[in-house]
């Protein structure tokens, strides 16, 4: 199964994600899990099995580490793991940083969930 | 001169020597784990086995797993005379003697007590000072004390004299001593601030000294500690010169030091002696030496990166205990090191591209048949380790004859030689004689290529076939010669294909039959001739299926038995005969069910690599099958990776992990044979304790009445060898017909014990399960009842109604005391109140002068710094509105979806849709006044609006205004993070503000706070440390006629220097363009003149800075 990281520090992400993906998560096709800082992300990576298949869609703007460095962090420690960051529209400087740091993909907020679930469609397909 | 950058490079590859490192396993015993004080001065084992710490704050009595605390109490003079410990002895009649800051003591087991020991001014016959610094015994039993100021004093037990002997009356060099021995001859040895002293008889001492040119000099008179060794030369520390090594004959004496590169640090506190005769050294800030003749010492230092090294480079105290453990008192606790119980040893390597180090990740390991080590890291490249060195090899982009990746996976040697290495993108092929990699990747569209780049398994049959599992694309067999590939793939619509595309494991039996692992599909045999599988997969009704999908690692024992270790299922013997499978998990002793790796020994046993440590099943043929397990503490990697492990030349077996790599012979792994002595510790009686020394007598038997029924027994195993795996037995004679296994818990309770004698017995086996079967045991009576007699009753009913009357006739009086003392305090208060508030009347007058006085350009200033602080504001709440308004548009999008579901799915799941419903509903009405309460203050901060006070509550108001300060804050920096703690008082009446004045004064405050405590935020985090939170109170509360309003932050405060100069006019500490220096002073203005209140700061450098605004009601 693919689990799915979501890293934002807005809690009501959960149950936003939750039904968004409702039908998914029922059939199996998803593990979606949630940190609400890049600290507790990365706590999440470390204990992952290197086997795992992960997705980690993060948000930019949060308290602490901020979602660029988390990239950062990530493409070094957990370099087979794919990161989708989500950025605002227009916001120009941090998606040319996120593309430095080697960001998988990238998807624009407010996010349009009928691409993000093409996106992870795409992904499934390498399993 | 010819340039190497004109030299077009093939390839990169460095030669080097192997920059191996053993690590080495410090274990810690700090304050968190109980420890008084994090500074320990001195240890010392007592006869029975406890080891003692002496801190600068309390004693401490460590009992393998917990320690006791002891310290002074000023008003129990049965206490320690100070808890400053200096110095730590064990008297020949096994009396512990403790030195401390304020006298001598010695510590009475029976009683739990201390008897104390104090220089009396002006009597002689007493200790000469206070501050006692060291202590021996002479062979007479009489104690030689050593003082900080006053030099020595021999107090003679027998004949209760104390002899003092000083600079005054004696040959002894100086009055500071800092060190004491009885050397094996009986010999007196003083360490003094001024050379080394022997007592040659009373009074006595020659002195040993620095002395250019004699061959018995000193390298420096200020000693600080004496050591004697098995050899009987005397090792001396000192304070910045090293060591000086006094040889037996006494004839010589011989350096050590930093200079010539022997010693890490020239100033040392503690020598001990380890049980092979090594010398151990510990300096201050040069971390911890083991001393090596003639050459550089093997130095130990706190590694940050590494929980396992020493805690601190400060070393103040060492000690040997009877097992050979060193223990290491440093300036953060004890460590506890002990070289010969570590069984395995990691070795960490890591990649020597600048940009790739510090990464001892290993993912993939393998020895080759001219003993090479093959070392592939996660994102590190490649290493090859053998008796020459090591070489690296790193991805070059752009050429085709260098490695593929830097993250390696796998490993196979092909019978040609060749080293097969698969990467996270692409299969390599290495030749060795020509140093070049050939790279197979998939090319899309082509089916004869790899069918994906992620190559995770390869493996070589007998018939000399190569098999490629991948990460995703299933397994591939290539054809060597056309450099084309065969895959298998799942078919979900194919029962009889590959069960899953991510192959983790690839192994062939004996009969030739290949085994492929799969991670989520099981396992399965591969038909070659048919293309078929036979597949294995977990069935939830069928306990003897494969215990889960998740295959990460295989084996074959030595009877062809199929072993599959799983990701969190454990480990599952599979019968090829009856297709069956026995599972073992954590609950039969396996010490963790991610299973990461399998090999097996010469005796059929197995060895497990897990997440948690390494377990060795022993296998013995029937079902009584049997776990060690092994972690870290024993010098094994904290976490195995899974697929890296495999044999080694000479029955070698080799698991890596995120440490390092270990590498041992299974052979060489014994059994602890340390019997553990098991000792009775504590009893609890109706959960109150009582050492057992103060409660057992002589005859070893506690009586207790028939009504103490409800009791507890706690007790150890003195084992300092991994105590957390000692497990214990209880059984009660009288009681219990067998022995009751209870595992690592250390305690027995007992309840409603009928009368009658009973024997406690305890047993305890250590950390690789060997039994003390004798252990030790406990009689004690439980006498009948006496209660029944009619004397008894009546003498209940008089004790009780004595005690009533007498508690009433006590607590009238108290009652009425009280009274008094109360009425005389409001009258104080009342007095006090008065002349305040004169004060402020009077302040109040001097305030309305000033306003009129600055009328004129106040209107101005006020006008600049709202233009100011809302500029700042306004730049990121557009931002912080997009948040809410995403949830908003999300959530009711959603529920128009969930609204369409409704009405197609049954009845029964459409309660659980109409709950999604109301939380969204929920969820939109939060964002949306979430949204409305930012714009909100943004427009009341903003607004021209009426200078007229409005009744205003005043709660609310702050809320807002918080708000908007907090999204201005965000916006400008947004890895901005704080807490709020709200104390607002309930209930308070409505107050007169300017609004958009008084806002403003808050938000002055709130930025203010802010920037404050990001500072402290970005100091600490510089530093290295981030255990800072920023936190803000906010309180409200009513105080008479007025309300008060605080702003607290934990910032960094003010300084006293400028803490008066706040409110003035453009005073302001930030830099240039960031604050107008206006906001304090307008707020003060806004604050006093407009609202006739007072503002005042509270500030404790480094701590905290509130501001408290009170406004009349």
Redesign the interface.
């Known amino acids: 199964m693919i689990k799915i990281l979501v890293v934002d520090d807005e809690t009501d992400i959960v149950m936003l994600f939750r039904q968004q993906f409702r039908k998914e998560i029922r059939a199996g096709e998803f593990d979606f899990h949630f940190a609400h800082s890049g600290e507790q992300a990365l706590q999440f990576m470390r204990a992952l099995n290197p086997f795992d298949i992960v997705l980690v869609l993060s948000d930019i703007n949060m308290p602490g580490m901020t979602g660029l460095e988390l990239l950062r962090h990530t493409r070094q420690l957990f370099p087979t793991l794919k990161v989708v960051m989500v950025t605002a529209y227009g916001d120009q400087k941090n998606y040319d940083e996120a593309l430095r740091f080697g960001a998988s993909d990238f998807v624009t907020k407010p996010v349009d969930f009928i691409v993000l679930k093409e996106k992870m469609q795409q992904l499934k397909t390498v399993s | 001169m010819k340039t190497i950058k004109s030299l077009p490079f093939i390839f990169l590859l460095w030669f080097t020597v192997v920059h191996a490192q053993q690590k080495d396993v410090f274990r810690h015993f700090t304050v968190q784990q109980g420890l008084s004080q994090g500074t320990v001065t001195c240890i010392i084992q007592d006869s029975r086995g406890f080891i003692w710490f002496g801190t600068e704050d309390g004693l401490n009595r460590f009992n393998a797993y917990a320690v006791d605390v002891y310290k002074h109490e000023p008003s129990d003079s049965t206490t320690i005379s100070h808890s400053h410990i200096r110095c730590l002895f064990e008297s020949r009649d096994s009396l512990l003697w403790i030195g401390t800051d304020e006298g001598l003591n010695y510590f009475d087991r029976n009683s739990e007590k201390f008897i104390r020991f104090k220089n009396i001014p002006g009597n002689k016959n007493s200790l000469s000072s206070n501050l006692i610094t060291a202590m021996t015994e002479d062979n007479n039993g009489v104690l030689w004390i050593g003082t900080q100021t006053a030099g020595i004093t021999a107090f003679d037990r027998k004949q209760g004299s104390f002899t003092n002997f000083t600079t005054d009356n004696s040959s002894l060099s100086s009055n500071s001593i800092s060190s004491i021995i009885k050397a094996h001859d009986g010999k007196i040895w003083i360490g003094t601030g001024n050379g080394l002293n022997v007592m040659e008889g009373s009074g006595k001492f020659s002195v040993i000294k620095n002395s250019p040119g004699s061959a018995m000099s000193l390298s420096e008179n200020e000693i600080t500690c004496l050591y004697e060794d098995h050899e009987k030369n005397i090792w001396i520390g000192t304070l910045n010169s090293g060591i000086n090594k006094l040889n037996a004959g006494r004839t010589s004496v011989e350096r050590i030091d930093a200079e010539s590169g022997h010693l890490s640090q020239n100033t040392v506190f503690s020598i001990t002696e380890d049980n092979n005769g090594n010398i151990w050294a510990g300096t201050i800030g040069g971390g911890l030496n083991k001393l090596v003749e003639g050459g550089a010492p093997v130095v130990f230092r706190n590694d940050p990166m590494y929980l396992s090294s020493l805690s601190n480079n400060d070393v103040w105290s060492l000690y040997r205990s009877n097992t050979g453990a060193l223990w290491i008192g440093t300036r953060n606790g004890v460590d506890i090191y002990n070289d010969a119980i570590l069984r395995f040893k990691t070795i960490s390597v890591e990649p020597e591209q600048p940009s790739l180090k510090n990464n001892n990740n290993i ?1 993939s390991i393998r020895e080759d048949h001219l003993k090479t080590l093959w070392i592939g890291f ?2 590190g490249g490649l290493m090859a380790i053998d008796a020459n060195g090591s070489r690296h090899y790193y991805t070059s982009d752009g050429s085709s004859n260098s490695l593929s990746n830097n ?1 390696i996976f796998s490993f196979c040697e092909d019978h040609n030689g060749i080293i097969w290495i698969g990467t ?1 993108d692409g299969l390599n092929a290495f030749d060795r004689k020509t140093g070049k990699f050939t790279v197979y990747r998939n090319i899309p569209g082509d089916p004869t290529s790899l069918s ?1 780049n ?1 190559v ?1 398994c390869i493996f070589e049959d007998s018939r000399q076939q190569l098999w490629i599992g991948t ?3 299933g397994l591939n067999l290539l054809d060597r010669t056309t450099g084309k590939f065969i895959s298998f793939k799942n078919n979900p619509q194919d029962a009889a294909s590959l069960p899953g ?2 192959i ?1 494991s690839i192994l062939e039996d004996k009969q030739s039959n290949l085994w492929i692992g799969t ?2 599909g099981g396992f399965c045999r591969m038909d070659a001739a048919q293309k078929k599988f036979e597949v294995h997969r977990n069935n939830s009704a069928d306990l003897q299926s494969l215990s889960n999908n ?1 295959v ?1 690692c295989m084996a074959l024992d030595k009877n062809e038995t199929l072993w599959i270790g799983t ?1 969190g299922g454990g480990i599952n013997a599979f019968s090829k005969s009856t297709g069956k499978m026995a599972r073992f998990t954590e609950r039969d002793g396996l010490s963790n069910n ?1 299973v990461n790796g399998i090999l097996v020994d010469e005796k059929n046993y197995l060895w497990i690599s897990t997440n948690k440590g390494l377990s060795k099943l022993i296998t013995s043929g029937d079902s009584k099958n049997e776990f060690r397990v092994y972690d870290y503490n024993d010098g094994l990697n904290n976490r195995f ?2 697929g890296a492990f495999c044999y080694g030349d000479n029955g070698n077996f080799y698991f890596a992990g995120e440490d390092g790599y270990n590498i041992f012979h299974p052979g060489n792994i014994q059994d602890n044979p340390y019997l553990p002595p098991v000792v009775i510790t504590k009893f609890y009686l109706f959960e109150k304790p009582y050492y057992m020394d103060t409660i057992v007598t002589s005859k070893n038997v506690i009586t207790l009445t028939y009504k103490q029924n409800y009791f507890l027994f706690e007790f150890e195993a003195l084992n300092y060898v991994f105590p957390e795996k000692n497990k214990y037995a209880y059984k009660m004679d009288g009681l219990d017909k067998d022995w009751n296994y209870i595992g690592t818990r250390r305690t027995a309770q007992f309840t409603d014990i009928d009368p009658g004698v009973y024997t406690f017995r305890v047993k305890a086996c250590n950390n690789d399960g060997v039994w003390n079967d004798t252990g030790t045991a406990l009689t004690f009576v439980i006498r009948p009842p006496f209660w029944k007699t009619w004397w008894f009753y009546a003498l209940c009913g008089l004790t009780f109604a004595g005690a009533t009357l007498l508690y009433i006739r006590l607590r009238t009086k108290a009652i009425l005391r009280q009274y008094e003392i109360l009425e005389k305090r409001v009258e104080e208060r009342t007095e006090q109140l008065k002349t305040e508030k004169e004060k402020s009347e009077q302040k109040s007058v001097e305030l309305e002068k000033a306003l009129k006085d600055l009328s004129g350009t106040q209107e101005q200033l006020i006008q600049a710094e709202k233009m100011a602080s809302l500029g700042q504001l306004t730049a990121g709440i557009a ?1 912080e509105i ?2 809410p308004l ?2 908003v ?3 009711s999008e ?1 529920s128009v979806d ?1 609204l369409h579901e409704l009405q197609t799915v049954p009845p029964n799941e459409q309660e659980l849709i109409i709950s ?1 419903l109301m ?2 509903l929920e ?1 939109i009405n939060h ?1 949306g006044k979430r949204a409305d309460s930012i714009v909100k203050g943004m427009l009341m901060h903003s607004r021209q609006g009426s200078p007229d006070k409005q009744a205003t509550e005043i709660n609310p108001f702050i809320e807002e205004t918080y708000n908007l300060a907090y999204h201005g804050k965000k916006a400008n920096s ?4 704080c807490e709020v703690v709200r104390h607002f008082s309930k209930n308070l009446p409505p107050v007169n503000i300017v609004q958009q004045n008084f806002s403003r004064v808050l938000i002055n405050l709130f930025n203010n706070a802010f920037d404050a405590m990001t500072e402290k935020e970005m100091r600490i985090r510089s530093n290295g440390k981030t255990e800072f939170k920023p936190l803000l109170t906010v309180t409200t509360e009513q105080s008479g006629k007025k309300l008060i309003l605080k702003v607290k932050d934990n910032g960094d405060g003010i300084p006293d220097v400028i803490r008066d100069k706040i409110f003035n006019p453009f005073f302001t500490t930030k830099q240039t363009g960031k604050g107008t220096g206006l906001g304090l002073s307008i707020s003060y203005d806004i604050v006093t003149k407009e609202h006739q209140g007072e503002i005042k700061v509270f500030s404790k450098q480094g701590e905290f800075t509130e501001f408290v605004i009170s406004l009349p009601v």
């Open positions: 993912y996660l994102a993250s996270y994906n992620y995770k990460f995703g694309g595309n991510v983790t991670y989520g998740f990460q990701y991610v990776i899974p931002h997009q948040n995403n949830f548009n999300n959530f959603l969930l999604d939380q969204n969820k964002h947004v890895s901005f993070n």
